[in-house]
T-cell receptor
Framework: GGIITQTPKFLIGQEGQKLTLKCQQNFNHDTMYWYRQDSGKGLRLIYYSITENDLQKGDLSEGYDASREKKSSFSLTVTSAQKNEMAVFLC???????????FGPGTRLLVL | AQKVTQTQTSISVVEKTTVTMDCVYETRDSSYFLFWYKQTASGEIVFLIRQDSYKKENATVGHYSLNFQKPKSSIGLIITATQIEDSAVYFCAMREGDQGGRALIFGTGTTVSVSP
């Protein structure tokens, strides 16, 4: 078994601020993902990474940057936080890009 | 375009009974993968069960089973002998099987409430 850790658990930022969310996994999975979940809705893909130093844009990539520094970690940056933005950002990983995805506990973002 | 639809917003059942949730999907791929996830009150998302499109037999894991009706593009989730802790939001998701199919496409979820 393994675990996915996301930090911070809660993130409060100011409008226009650059904010970074971090994700670590010890499954030794190749592929990692960032999803956004808005209240009462399903998840939408922001970025994913097939391997270290690889980045692929999802449907929701505008306004975000990502970085896969090493196999076990995947960071997401909100380049300019939008006022009244509130969402949960979920990190996931899978053995490869074809397999079942497992999710972290999420980071809850609030922009004032 | 790929799409996943869950029309049931919420379902209430009594403990120890069976609950069935619907999910229909749209895809142009001949190969695809279907998943059900559970999101608990704490926000944790837990993988429950999957169905690969090329498999004819319905998947079963513990007290979760699937009703896969490929001609209808339908993948229902059945939970038997429900327990209070089965109260959660259940998401259906699909991933297409070709080279471009990386993302999970999620439905909007069905909230299940299990009462004593």
């Amino acid at each position: 078994g393994g675990i996915i850790t996301q930090t911070p658990k809660f993130l409060i930022g100011q409008e226009g601020q650059k904010l970074t969310l971090k994700c670590q996994q010890n499954f030794n999975h190749d592929t990692m993902y960032w999803y956004r979940q808005d209240s009462g809705k399903g998840l939408r893909l922001i970025y994913y990474s097939i391997t270290e130093n690889d980045l692929q844009k999802g449907d929701l990539s505008e306004g975000y940057d990502a970085s896969r520094e090493k196999k076990s970690s995947f960071s997401l940056t909100v380049t300019s936080a939008q006022k009244n933005e509130m969402a949960v950002f979920l990190c996931a990983s899978s053995i490869n890009n074809q397999d079942t995805q497992y999710f972290g506990p999420g980071t809850r973002l609030l922009v004032l | 375009a790929q799409k996943v639809t869950q029309t049931q917003t919420s379902i209430s059942v009594v403990e120890k009974t069976t609950v069935t949730m619907d999910c229909v999907y749209e895809t142009r791929d001949s190969s695809y993968f279907l998943f059900w996830y559970k999101q608990t009150a704490s926000g944790e998302i837990v993988f429950l069960i999957r169905q690969d499109s090329y498999k004819k037999e319905n998947a079963t894991v513990g007290h979760y089973s699937l009703n896969f009706q490929k001609p209808k593009s339908s993948i229902g989730l059945i939970i038997t002998a429900t327990q209070i802790e089965d109260s959660a939001v259940y998401f259906c998701a699909m991933r297409e099987g070709d080279q471009g199919g990386r993302a999970l496409i999620f439905g909007t979820g069905t909230t299940v409430s299990v009462s004593p």
